[in-house]
């Protein structure tokens, strides 16, 4: 079993600043984005595993429960997900999925291992939906505040919540963090809109 890697600040750094590129060349205005959204916008089919015959469901669901990316024969890509998970998780692996295309996972992985492509990947799709800079505005007093404000899923809002709670106890950190020109990118109004 290969054991889990731990990214360094600027490979942190690297993700976010492609994930704000990808933002800036969509013309994303909304955050969070809509991760249905993006895929359309980048010309990637998305297939519900219920669309399948029983049998390939099956097949599908027993080697990637949750989904997967591939390259369709007519040189596309598509992400195949499983549509009967909650919808935090649905977003989660479409937003996953989209950073394996846009990091060059599926055929440049550039002698990486799966674990650090897993780890770059949960990077990504963490910070596509909740970006530090904005959790540290909306300074949320539980995982449940960022799963409300964020639509994340329990696992995604505990990681996230627990980083912010070690963040913030280092002001240079956190005035480094709010630097990130994902802040640029978009303004207050087009931030959690729900939350207004």
């Given amino acids: 079993m290969e054991r889990a890697v731990q990214l360094l600040g600027s490979e942190y750094d690297e993700i976010e600043e492609e994930a704000n590129c990808l ?21 990637i089919e998305l297939v519900k595993y219920s669309d399948s015959s029983e049998e390939d469901r099956k097949f599908m669901t027993s080697k990637y429960e949750e989904g997967f990316s591939t390259m369709t024969a007519k040189s596309r890509y598509a992400i195949y997900y499983n549509d009967s998970l909650p919808p935090c998780t649905v977003r989660f692996t479409i937003w996953y999925e989209i950073a394996h295309i846009q990091l060059g996972h599926l055929y440049e992985n550039q ?86």
């Fill in 111 to 196: 002698g990486k291992s799966a674990a650090r492509m897993k780890a770059e990947c949960n990077r990504f799709a963490t910070y596509a939906q909740a970006a530090m800079p904005f959790v540290i505005k909306l300074s949320p007093c539980c995982p449940d505040e960022l799963m409300q404000e964020f639509g994340l899923g329990w696992t995604c809002a505990n990681y996230v919540f627990d980083s912010y709670m070690r963040i913030r106890q280092y002001p240079n950190i956190v005035r480094r963090i709010l630097s990130n020109r994902i802040l640029d990118l978009f303004s207050p109004e087009q931030v959690l809109e729900e939350a207004v």
């Fill in 23 to 43: 933002f800036e060349d969509l013309g994303i205005k909304k955050y969070p984005a809509d991760c249905f959204e993006v895929a359309r916008l980048l010309g």
